[in-house]
T-cell receptor, first 108, second 118 residues
């Protein structure tokens, strides 16, 4: 079965502190993983995906198949990073299986 | 705005009534998805279309739910005999396929329709 686990409902950090949002997945095949973000009063949008291996808004995420993890990291949090973050598993571009989400609050 | 649009944005109905939601995807996108999101949870997959063909339905989609995409453009999601447990945000998303017919992976989401069943 496909499953995504985000263990933290809320992560609160101070501005300038490092951020790590955790994501673990369960999937027997070759996974395709994404991070989606939803800012206040905006729609859900793609932040990054593991295939692209890019850094978006200072965020990076590395797929670790051994640990079945896809943690989202940023070295220095900014107030505008405050949002809801969802990790999603989408084998071969079909349906997305989402985690429950983590609220990131960056305090000044 | 050329993004995914959904109508209505909010719907309040009484238990037992039928409701229908509409989704207009990004115009060149072949694939259209419906998800449901309840409080404190991530979106849960309901069904998806490739052009007008409905290719997969979740077990969450009971017999009271039906979705169509008759001309491969907009889609409708109908819920018959609504129940209080149907109260949720209903999200639509679309994505494109490349020339080789492979999905490009990214799904573009609409603003959602919030359904409240009294």
């Amino acid at each position: 079965a496909q499953r995504v686990t985000q263990p933290e409902k809320l992560l609160s950090v101070f501005k300038g502190a490092p951020v790590e949002l955790k994501c673990n997945y369960s999937y027997s095949g070759s996974p395709e993983l994404f991070w989606y973000v939803q800012y206040s009063r905006q729609r859900l949008q793609l932040l990054l995906r593991h295939i692209s291996r890019e850094s978006i808004k200072g965020f990076t995420a590395d797929l670790n198949k051994g640990e079945t993890s896809f943690h989202l990291k940023k070295p220095f949090a900014q107030e505008e990073d405050s949002a809801m973050y969802y990790c999603a598993l989408g084998p071969y571009g079909n349906k997305l299986v989402f985690g429950a989400g983590t609220i990131l609050r960056v305090k000044s | 705005d050329t993004g995914v649009s959904q109508d209505p944005r909010h719907k309040i109905t009484k238990r037992g009534q039928n409701v229908t939601f509409r989704c207009d995807p990004i115009s060149e996108h072949n694939r259209l998805y419906w998800y449901r999101q309840t409080l404190g949870q991530g979106p849960e997959f309901l069904t998806y279309f490739q052009n007008e063909a409905q290719l997969e339905k979740s077990r969450l989609l009971s017999d009271r739910f039906s979705a169509e995409r008759p001309k491969g453009s907009f889609s409708t999601l109908e819920i018959q005999r609504t129940e209080q447990g149907d109260s949720a945000m209903y999200l639509c998303a679309s994505s494109s396929l490349n020339r080789g017919g492979m999905s490009r992976g990214e799904q573009f989401f609409g603003p959602g329709t919030r359904l409240t069943v009294l």
